[in-house]
């Protein structure tokens, strides 16, 4: 997945604290309300959105790493700073997966070389880390969702 | 809620939308002044200035009703200001009917106007890891068009739509547009020049998705009796419902501009989503139902968000959408017309203006003064919004 020039660069969180990288094992980190059973991610920690509830009280939990396509999409104009694009801008898929458990849909860029022909609303997708971006020391991880099992259609593959 | 007493609309002012270049002041001074005309009023005769903000032009468009007050001359009216991203001109129209029917005065003057950049809305600048507006761009390159994207896709998988049918809705809204002096794009287009612009976010092409523009829209809202009083009352349109309704928990749509919709471990799902809610809370004030509805102007960001809101704000059953664009029922002459002013397709977005726009063109409507887009008989119009970060937006005028 990484080529050489990547490997020299120091791997780094895009966002610090809201998943874990571990190639063998990534997870979206969340909290869950200790009253209610709430899920949240990003994390809530100070007062759970839940108006029937008033606790301020969170576990840390890592998130379902499965679950299915609720809704797809791509970009395929270059979307404006903060995001940082390669050059040329290469189009990308995004998803918002339904997660059983959680009860919860979150979004997240389509795994690099999927693009919407390789989607389906209902697919069963898993979450795994990727590069977002990279700058002279540091390559940038994200989450991503990729289709379970799934073969990719594209031709721009890495 | 309940039945909530009306405020009449006195006058309706607008600056055209496009993309002009100058301050986002000199736009509303040309709608306030057009509202002050057409209400047979002058400034110093409003008695409470409500501006909606805009975040794009400094500090003078976080302060707008100051701003503005200042553009037309002190003198001392009171004021206020406020932002509810796109629901802003509905929460400013909101504000001043509250200081009418508190009695705190009787003639107010509502204004909007924004100068917008080209391109995609980008969030606030800086470095900003604690505002998910900043971090959807940042970490998804999540783009608003994306997110209307998500709802178009959805529709296909679970009602079957088809591109067609959202080029459709663009269509018609390109010839309701036409005779609209204040639109933006006044050209009629086809199904297949629509179908031929490139994707922007799948499904979604270029020409079903809003741009953002300049442009400006004022009402002056007075006490019934005020209007009883100053024109007769008879031919005055009334704002008969307003709703700034925000979403319940748990909100179960994913939304602008968040990562995630809320976890619905604790409840059953089936209630309304927040969109479903918007316009009922607007209705219930003003005692009506959609079965009362003539018109209804709602916010078509894209071509397909605009069957949402038929489905939204009760013109038909969910999924039953499409059937209205394929049945003709939401042109003018239809069964129950949807944007006769051309819409966002025809305007663009100038976010603080827009819920204050879709008010002048439903008094318009109403005064029967709509020349080349009237909605015959028209008594009763429903306009609809949804503002980032859980603002509902809908006003009810009747005559």
């Known amino acids: ?122 697919m069963a997708v898993e979450l795994v880390v990727e590069t977002l971006y990279e700058d002279e020391n540091n390559s940038y991880l994200i989450w991503r969702w990729k289709p379970d099992g799934a073969s990719k259609t594209s031709k721009q593959a890495p | 809620m309940g039945r909530v007493e009306p405020v009449a609309v006195l006058g309706i002012g607008m600056h055209p939308w496009g993309k002009w270049g100058k301050n986002f002041v000199e736009y509303g001074l040309v709608a306030a002044n057009a509202a002050l005309k057409d209400a047979g009023l002058t400034w110093s005769d409003i008695e409470f200035i409500s501006g909606a903000d805009t975040i794009r032009n400094g500090y003078p468009g976080f302060i707008a009703g100051a701003t503005f007050a200042q553009a037309l001359g002190w003198n001392g009216t009171r004021v206020s200001s406020c932002y509810a991203a796109c629901a802003s001109g509905a929460q400013a129209l909101a504000n001043a009917r509250a200081q009418i029917l508190a009695g705190l005065c009787d003639v107010a003057l509502v204004i909007g106007a924004d100068t917008t950049p080209k391109g995609f809305f980008a969030p606030v600048g800086g470095d900003r890891k604690d505002d998910p507006d900043w971090l959807r761009f940042h970490l998804m390159g999540a783009t608003n068009p994306a997110y209307f994207a998500l709802y178009a896709r959805r529709r296909m998988a679970l009602y079957g739509d088809t591109h067609a049918d959202f080029a459709m809705v663009k269509v018609k809204n390109s010839r309701h547009g036409l005779a609209n002096e204040f639109a933006r794009y006044r050209k009629e287009v086809s199904v297949e020049e629509v179908l031929a612009s490139p994707v922007v976010a799948d499904p979604l092409r270029l020409l079903e998705i809003c741009a953002t523009s300049d442009g400006a829209a004022a009402l002056v809202v007075t006490s019934l009796d005020f209007a009883r009083k100053h024109s007769g009352l008879s031919g005055a349109v009334k704002v008969a419902g307003i709703s700034t309704v925000t979403p319940s928990f748990p909100n179960t749509v994913i939304e602008m501009p968040n990562f995630s919709t809320d976890s619905a471990v604790t409840h059953e799902i089936s209630g309304p989503t927040f969109r479903d809610s918007i316009a009922w809370a607007a209705y219930e004030e003003a005692g009506i139902g959609p079965q009362d509805v003539d018109l209804a102007e709602v916010y078509d960001l894209s071509s397909a968000l605009e069957l949402d809101w038929y489905e939204n704000i009760g013109l038909c059953k969910p999924g039953e959408g499409a059937r209205l664009i394929r049945d003709g029922d939401t042109q003018i002459g239809g069964k129950i017309p949807v944007n006769p002013s051309g819409g966002l397709s025809c305007f663009g977005e100038a976010i603080p203006a827009q819920a204050l726009a879709q008010v002048c063109e439903m008094v318009t409507q109403l005064r029967g003064n709509a020349t080349g887009r009237q909605v015959d008989g028209a008594k009763v119009a429903v306009s609809a919004n949804q503002g980032l970060f859980g603002h509902g937006s809908s006003v009810v005028v009747t005559k």
């Open chain 1, 1 to 122: 997945m990484l080529c050489l020039m990547e490997i020299a660069k120091n791997a780094v969180v895009a966002i610090e604290g809201w998943f874990d990288p571990s190639p063998s094992n990534p997870a979206l980190l969340g909290t869950q309300c200790t009253e209610c059973s709430t899920f949240y991610f990003p994390r809530e920690e100070l007062f759970c959105k839940n108006p029937r509830c008033s606790s301020t009280s969170f576990d840390q939990v890592r998130l379902s790493s499965r679950g299915t396509i609720w809704s797809f999409t791509d970009a395929q104009y270059q979307p404006p700073p903060p995001y940082v694009s390669g050059d040329p801008f290469e189009p990308f898929a995004l998803v918002a997966v339904e997660l059983e458990r959680e009860k919860m849909v979150v979004m997240g860029q389509a795994a690099h070389g999927y693009q919407v022909d390789d989607l389906s609303v209902g």
